[in-house]
DNA sequence: CGAAGAAGCCAAAGCGCTTTGGAAGACTCT
DNA sequence: AGAGTCTTCCAAAGCGCTTTGGCTTCTTCG
């Protein structure tokens, strides 16, 4: 059933079939029900190719995936893909991954520019200056930041969590705590969310005339076995730091390994905060120690994206607007008194 | 630069040079080599979607996201898409994510054929009799099932690894080292791949004459949480098992921590082998007993998924093949004797 | 009453590609 | 030489929608 068969069958022209169904004003209110009636009855669906081909919007969004031999999608990414989910089913708004080389994302999404693939794009883990974000900006496409960049003369729309705040209280926690030796295991810190982390943690410190050492940071990708190398690097050598933030749920289960590999115990050698992206599968109150931590939910996060990028495909959003969710502190067994 | 004028610019109908370009035989080398070359020269890309209304192929493998509030994508999910954009990424390959509600998918399946969203799908985590299964045959869209159903009158497609196998070898090692109680942690049972780990333990029990009591197998949703819970009511109750099978990493990890809530060692009161899917950021032999795994990579899952895909999609690949994959056993310390 | 304006509809021209059904010329064969 | 067969190309008809420009008909108002 396609629109031809159905402006026949209701004796009226294509044009008006089509101005009816899309709302357009120029069709009276009698026909346009009698179209819409028809149209369901019948179930007629638009054909998404011809309408693209004739619109140039596919009613889709983009993802530029980074793959590559060496490269892992960080599990983060099915969380936040979740909540995208979330929003996009009940809007019938698809999402197309787009894999890349790593290396070279700047082809890929000129191809899904250029073939108008998709009405708008999301990027997420942007860095200062990131190339990705001055791209899509000149191409012209809707986009979303998930996470800031720094380091732009322009301003983009972006969604991203007070990473700074949420580091600054965690350490301000441990500080006030009597903590006077911290250490971050943060991640990549290639990456503005670790970049801010890192200056959340130093400002709490500098509030209290207390310094992050140099050699008590450490930035990797947040696997189990670096948070386990960087804690027990970090415990082995003098001066130890009697607190650890950490960027992650999962470097902090390396953390508790090496912990008790070295015999101490949470939170009476060590206190420890780590950031919760909450995933259902791991969660910081079942760690051996109920874990302290900065909490928020990257799976709103993806929802909210979504709806945002819907939003900025229909017009309704425009300009730069950024948006910066709190994050909560949440004080479990794992923190304590400095010891001395 | 649209076809029109690439071949106004050649002298030549639009007709020859879209044959030139796609390789029809109607064109003579030379001509062809003119066209090929002026396409370089001057950056033709084919509009897809002018492409796409003109044939129904739309250069797009598809998935039907299940999503929903109570419904959590499964981490396993980012690890085999790694593996499918290794894949993609080469040969210009894009996913299309469906969402859809996860009690009601075959809207969706019935909406992405219908209008020829994509030209192949590929199905995960299938049950018995699984719906989709039956849906996808007969809307005629070429597909391949990552796992496997069963209760089918027709054969299909499929890519899966030998779960019955890969636990079979698990238990009869345990049943050797001189465990008779063991117990299996296993995923939801209500799939496919759940059902036949289970059927792989009892066989190897059977031919030792023993059995799996019946309170010594649960199924659940793979997390740490429900790894310590299936883990704690296991070992506290009188005739605890000595040996445990675990469906995944994750679940393991509460296994782990049950056992050491209970003042119990690995592998002295228990030995523990689980499935490894491998992900990079938790690795069996970091665990604080370096854990005994069954282990196949779902990342090359997913490139061998997007292989065949594509295969399928050309043409290159028919029929119902069915490709069962080997599961190595590999032992580490988390295994010992049955203790006395 | 006639002109101007609004409301409601339509025919047809795109969008940019593929594919059908020839047609013209070159070549082979009897 | 004439018939038949390839080879190589082309014009035009789709694919199914949106949108432009225009044409009626009906109101409204001086």
Redesign the pocket.
């Known amino acids: 059933m396609?629109?031809?068969q159905l402006s026949h069958m209701l004796?009226?022209?294509?044009?008006?079939v089509?101005?009816a169904?899309?709302g357009y004003p120029?069709?009276?209110e009698e026909?346009r029900r009698r179209v819409m009636d028809a149209a369901k009855r019948h179930g007629y669906r638009?054909?998404p190719s011809?309408?693209r081909?004739?619109?140039g919007k596919s009613g889709m969004i983009g993802y530029v995936l980074p793959t590559g031999n060496a490269v892992d999608i960080d599990p983060h990414f099915v969380e936040f893909l979740s909540g995208l989910g979330d929003y996009a089913r009940s809007h019938e708004l698809d999402l197309v991954l787009s894999p890349a080389d790593a290396d070279d994302q700047e082809t890929t999404y000129r191809r899904i520019v250029a073939n108008r693939q998709v009405d708008a794009v999301y990027i997420s883990s942007p860095r200062p200056a990131d190339r990705r974000l001055a791209l899509v900006n000149t191409l012209g496409i809707p986009f979303i930041v998930h996470g800031r960049s720094e380091g732009f003369e322009f301003d983009y729309p972006y969604l991203d969590i007070d990473n700074e705040g949420a580091f600054h209280e965690a350490a301000r926690l441990l500080v006030q705590l009597g903590h006077k030796r911290l250490a971050l295991i943060n991640g990549d810190d290639r990456e503005t969310f670790a970049i801010h982390r890192e200056r959340g943690v130093r400002q709490a410190l500098a509030a209290s005339g207390l310094t992050l050492g140099e050699r008590h940071i450490c930035s990797t990708t947040m696997t189990e076995e670096n948070g386990y190398r960087a804690a027990r690097r970090l415990l082995e050598e003098s001066g130890a730091p009697t607190a650890i933030v950490c960027s992650s749920l999962i470097m902090a289960l390396g953390v508790v390994r090496a912990v008790r590999d070295l015999g101490l115990t949470i939170p009476g050698d060590l206190s420890l905060v780590a950031h919760d992206d909450v995933f259902p599968w791991l969660r910081p109150e079942n760690f051996p120690v109920p874990l302290s931590t900065t909490r928020s939910s990257i799976r709103l996060a993806g929802a909210r994206v979504a709806e945002r990028l819907a939003a900025r495909i229909s017009g309704l959003e425009e300009g730069a607007r950024g948006e910066v969710w709190p994050v909560d502190l949440v004080v479990r067994g794992s923190v304590a008194g400095a010891p001395r």
Chains 1, 2 share one sequence.
Do not use: G, H, I, Y
């Open positions: 396609n629109l031809k004796s009226l022209s294509q044009t008006t089509s101005r169904l899309n120029e069709v009276s026909t638009p054909n011809a309408r081909l004739a619109t």
